[in-house]
């Protein structure tokens, strides 16, 4: 990915930067004068800064990832891409979110609950029956 994109949002609790693409040319001027701009307001609230498919930084970008790190901004890597640059430019562990489940997953884990909840009303239903033959004898 050659162009710079990102999106600053400005949640109550925190100031989130999602960056996509690489951390060079003049679109790293772009978003440092942003993030300048939007620390006017923060008010104490800690800034995490996403990248996603990261791959490439100049010096400019090299500078600013590390000043951000510094001042105390959270570096999460979405992308093994972004986190193997962005450790080799800060020199610390960057964290990656955990994976999402896929529907697949999310689909056998439905099963295997539905499964144990029938098996669990079969058992209830021999028991109930059980009952209900002592009961009639």
């Not at 440092?32 to 400019?60: K, M, N, Q, W, Y």
């Not at 090299?62 to 510094?70: I, Y």
Request: aromatic share 8%; net charge neutral; with cysteine.
């Amino acid at each position: 990915m050659t162009n710079l994109e990102y999106y600053l949002h400005d949640e109550a609790d925190a100031l989130r930067i999602e960056i996509a693409g690489d951390l060079t040319g003049a679109g790293v001027s772009s978003i440092e004068h942003a993030l300048r701009t939007a620390t006017s307001t923060l008010a104490g609230r800690p800034i995490f800064v996403g990248l996603t498919a990261v791959a490439e930084a100049d010096d400019d970008g090299r500078g600013l990832l590390l000043t951000w790190h510094r001042c105390g901004a959270r570096i999460i890597a979405r992308s093994m891409d972004s986190r193997t640059l962005a450790e080799s430019i800060l020199g610390a562990s960057v964290p990656m979110p955990p994976a999402k489940s896929g529907w697949r997953q999310r689909f056998s884990d439905f099963l295997r609950r539905w499964s144990a909840a029938s098996a669990k009303r079969a058992d209830a239903n021999k028991w109930f029956g059980s009952l209900e033959a002592a009961n009639n004898k």
